[in-house]
């Protein structure tokens, strides 16, 4: 059963919770906004805001749900973020293992952290491992990425804020692209999406277009529902093939 909004996953699961902004894709975070309008309901687990913690609690919570869902891990959090003890992420990823029938969806920023933890460790067959490139500059998270041998590896090329150029996507399954949202949102120009999607298909990459944001195709601001998702004229809601489940 789907219980998010995010188009791409089913569900959530958030074993910490707050972030700090390493990059320019951060500098607008829907998730620093939505954990103060939580902090001011006083939400259980934001009570300090978006400063980073860890909720030990929630460990357990894949475990109260028998039909095989695909959760986005962390959407309120960055599970590689510094603060991160190894030990906690050795527990996270103890659920992971031990509740096969789920798959989890891992996106992060912080590539020298993912690199160094599983350096030394194997990635769960259930586990996808992504990295957010929000610019050209974040393109080097994508070789990070490639040297792990995760059953899908993907990117997240949202919110998309400027021209990627060329993508080198050999050993990446998935690439998800969005424009940004909110007041503060900036402008995503149709040629850089154009640009990935023609890049995946020349690539064989499933490619997923989210959304425009609150910047439609025609540059034109207004409510990022108005704008859709579609590009040129149509849907990609593109998800990796079932050969891609399989480790290189």
Known sequence: MKTTKI???????????GCTKISAGCKNCYAEAMARRLQAMNMKGYENGFEFALLPERLEQPFLIKKPTKFFVNS???LFHEKMPFDYLDSIFDTIRKTPQHSYQILTKRDVMLQK????R???QNAWLGVTVEHAQAKSRIDVLRTIPASIRFLSIEPLIDDVGMLDLSDIHWVIVGGESGMSARPMNPEWVINIQQQCQ??????FFKQWGTW?????KRNKKTNG????????????????????
């Open 202 to 207: 020349k690539q064989n990459v499933a490619f």
């Open 229 to 248: 998702c579609l590009l040129l004229g149509k849907e990609w809601k593109e998800t990796p093939k079932p050969e891609h489940s399989l480790p290189f």
């Open 117 to 120: 933890y599983f350096s030394t």
């Open 7 to 17: 188009e791409w996953t089913e569900s959530t699961w958030n074993p910490t919770v």
């Open 76 to 78: 309120m959090s960055d």
């Open 216 to 220: 439609g195709e025609d540059g034109m």
């Open 122 to 124: 194997t990635v769960p």
